[in-house]
């Protein structure tokens, strides 16, 4: 089945150090990805809808100039985490729309990367 | 073996009657999701579960930790409930169902 890649799974960073995130999608061209990101004991909470070519669609509430998007090919997609802080600390995942999928436009998504911030 | 596997895979309903999507997984986990996906749209979270039962509106969410198996049930279905419903969860790393697609027709 279609599979998406997350890089890094985990990573620890010092506060005010910027991260980057990568979701591939490996065997299929993704059009369109999704951010999404977990706090502690909470649900998934949608950050930003990635365009390949366009700039990214932010939800209410979500700061674009902390969370850089980047879907800069049909495979790939960046999230950076700008001057990160302890509050940015969470579980970030990544989704991708395959179009020719099981369903239309189904979404697979990626394992997501846990993000710690010290 | 999918660590979470989700049945059915479709699903298609009368307006009004009851739905039940049946979630099991086989790893040691920490919650379990159900997520909502409408065509072209992104990821809706319907519940969060670690034990019990949750209920929101006509959707109700069970989780049988001790069996792994979760289910997410709509009562008196409507069209607007038609989506791919998906489970997913969540340990050292999010395992996501295939997900179920649910057609309710009027």
């Known amino acids: 089945g279609a599979v998406v890649s997350q890089h890094p799974s985990r990573v620890i960073c010092k506060s005010g150090t910027s991260v980057k995130i990568e979701c591939r999608s490996l065997?299929?061209?993704?059009?369109?990805m999704f951010w999404y990101r977990q706090f502690p004991k909470q649900s998934l909470m949608l950050m930003a809808t990635s365009n390949e070519g366009s700039k990214a669609t932010y939800e209410q509430g979500v700061e674009k100039d902390k969370f850089l998007i980047n879907h800069a090919s049909l495979t790939l997609s960046t999230l950076t985490v700008t001057s990160a802080h302890p509050e940015d600390s969470s579980f970030y995942i990544c989704?991708?729309?395959?179009?020719?999928?099981?369903?239309?436009?189904?979404?697979?998504f990626g394992p997501g990367t846990r993000l710690l911030v010290l | 073996k999918n660590e979470v596997e989700q049945s059915p895979q479709n699903l298609t309903a009368q307006e009004g009657e009851f739905i039940t999507i049946n979630c099991s997984y086989s790893?040691?986990?920490?919650?379990l999701h159900w997520l909502q996906q409408h065509p072209g749209g992104g990821i809706v979270s319907l519940f969060m579960l670690s034990s019990g039962k949750k209920k929101h509106g006509r959707l109700i969410a069970t989780i049988n930790i001790q069996e792994k198996h979760s289910s997410l049930h709509i009562t008196a279905s409507h069209p607007r409930d038609s989506a791919v419903y998906i489970c997913?969860?969540?340990?050292?790393?999010?395992?996501f169902g295939t997900g179920t697609s649910l057609t309710v027709i009027p």
């Open positions: 790893v040691g986990i920490s919650a």
């Open positions: 989704s991708a729309l395959n179009p020719g999928g099981a369903y239309q436009e189904t979404q697979y």
């Open positions: 065997d299929f061209q993704a059009t369109t």
């Open positions: 997913a969860a969540t340990g050292n790393q999010f395992y």
